[in-house]
């Protein structure tokens, strides 16, 4: 398995650009999560879903922030308009409850 | 709600001693704790786990202690080899599972010197 797979692995934006974040979870893998980190506030839960169905968003910091996980293998985290307080790490991670967690490598954001 | 915390925010260790990292966390209410271990440029992974039945869990030369008196626990390295050298996370998981959404701490940043 290539494990958790994420793309671009760097952004470069200019601020009031969207931002689409892409994730590949493991194949049979039944959450999915994404993770924030910044210098500010360490790795923190921006949204999760279980079977493709969104089961927690309070994490999202604000409306410019929205996820979708249109299927099995595949989810997105999209930023309209970014700001450059939304530069930092963006992990993806998927779990199940026999192979429990594995994260992908992340995307560094930059918004300048 | 869990707040999770480590205090100490890096280590520097002689490769072969013992590193000590430490977390400590505010709700009495949980299942289960993770360590994770962080490289630059990379994502998370997962070293070790201990469950609210244990006070000890162990694999290889990593060693987590659970302290519930104290709400503490802690993850040893014996003996700390010099890749050791990252940062570690200690994680609660909620939802009474060893997958569900982690808190993490803010992270040690550990150094083993050859």
């Known amino acids: 398995d290539a494990g958790v797979i994420q793309s671009p692995r760097h952004e470069v934006t200019e601020m009031g650009q969207e931002v689409t974040l892409r994730c590949k979870p493991i194949?049979?893998?039944?959450?999915l999560f994404w993770y924030r980190q910044t210098m500010m506030r360490g790795l923190e839960l921006l949204i999760y879903?279980?079977?493709?169905?969104?089961?927690?968003d309070s994490g999202m910091p604000e409306d410019r922030f929205s996820a979708k996980m249109p299927n099995a293998s595949f989810s997105t985290l999209k930023i309209q308009p970014s700001e450059p307080r939304d530069s930092a790490v963006y992990f993806c991670?998927?779990?199940?409850?026999?192979?429990?967690?594995?994260f992908g490598s992340g995307t560094r954001l930059t918004v300048v | 709600d869990q707040q999770v915390k480590q205090n100490s925010p890096s280590l520097s260790v002689q490769e072969g001693r013992i590193s000590i990292l430490n977390c400590d966390y505010t709700n009495s209410m949980f299942d289960y704790f993770l360590w994770y271990k962080k490289y630059p440029a990379e994502g998370p992974t997962f070293l070790i786990s201990i469950s609210s039945i244990k006070d000890k869990n162990e694999d290889g030369r990593f060693t987590v202690f659970l302290n519930k008196s104290a709400k503490h626990l802690s993850l040893h390295i014996v003996p700390s080899q010099p890749g050791d050298s990252a940062v570690y996370f200690c994680a609660w998981v909620s939802g009474g599972t060893s997958y569900g959404k982690l808190t993490f701490g803010q992270g040690t940043i550990l150094t083993v010197h050859p």
């Open positions: 879903f279980n079977n493709n169905v969104p089961i927690d």
């Open positions: 991670a998927s779990s199940d409850r026999v192979r429990g967690y594995t």
């Open positions: 194949s049979g893998h039944d959450y």
